[in-house]
């Protein structure tokens, strides 16, 4: 029973990959969120001012408002960056917030972590209920987190492999298309 239940939470995680999660935000993804609403605000204040038209009026007042719900979303940071008027959000250091932000928007948990830490938790939970059951379970999930570890030291050193030995690296390939689709996409989605 155990062991179903311990190889369905490897193989969902497995297969989920990791595009599905997400850090959560951090002070600076906070920052970007925020300072996106104070350029929302201050962009539908100019349009007013300048006597913009209805449309552009409008288009930067939903803008303002749809940029409410991603600051609420991301939640307030710690540190307000300077953000007053058109100048202060112009400003190098509100620049390179935004581009800190993009890149770090991008970033994903590594596989192998996420992995290892399932595993982690189910032997910690398996140690903690005890028993006959919870003791085979513990060791299947260690055996499991060897297995986890092995594969991936063949996977970094297949890849790096065919980073080096690019001649060989076609007939590699050519040798793995006798695997089955479903290892296929495993060994895909741990390289991802």
Request: aromatic share 6%; charged share 20%.
């Amino acid at each position: 029973m155990n062991k179903v239940l311990a190889t369905l939470i490897v193989t969902c995680t497995v297969s989920a990959g990791c595009d599905s999660l997400r850090f959560a935000p951090g002070e600076t993804q906070k920052q970007n969120a925020w300072l996106h609403n104070r350029t929302a605000v201050i962009t539908a204040e100019t349009a007013r001012a300048e006597d913009a038209s209805e449309k552009l009026q409008a288009l930067t007042q939903f803008g303002e408002l749809q940029s409410r719900a991603f600051s609420s979303y991301y939640g307030l940071p710690k540190e307000f960056p300077q953000a007053e008027t058109a100048e202060d959000l112009l400003g190098q250091s509100n620049w390179q917030l935004a581009r800190t932000a993009l890149i770090e928007s991008v970033e994903r948990p590594d596989t192998w972590q996420v992995a290892d830490s399932m595993l982690e938790l189910g032997i910690g939970i398996c140690a903690l209920l005890g028993g006959v059951y919870g003791t085979r379970a513990v060791r299947f999930l260690g055996q499991a987190r060897t297995k986890s570890k092995a594969l991936q030291e063949i996977i970094t050193g297949n890849e790096l492999f065919k980073k080096q030995d690019e001649a060989q690296a076609s007939a590699f390939k050519q040798a793995h298309q006798s695997q089955s689709p479903a290892t296929r996409q495993i060994v895909a989605e741990m390289k991802a």
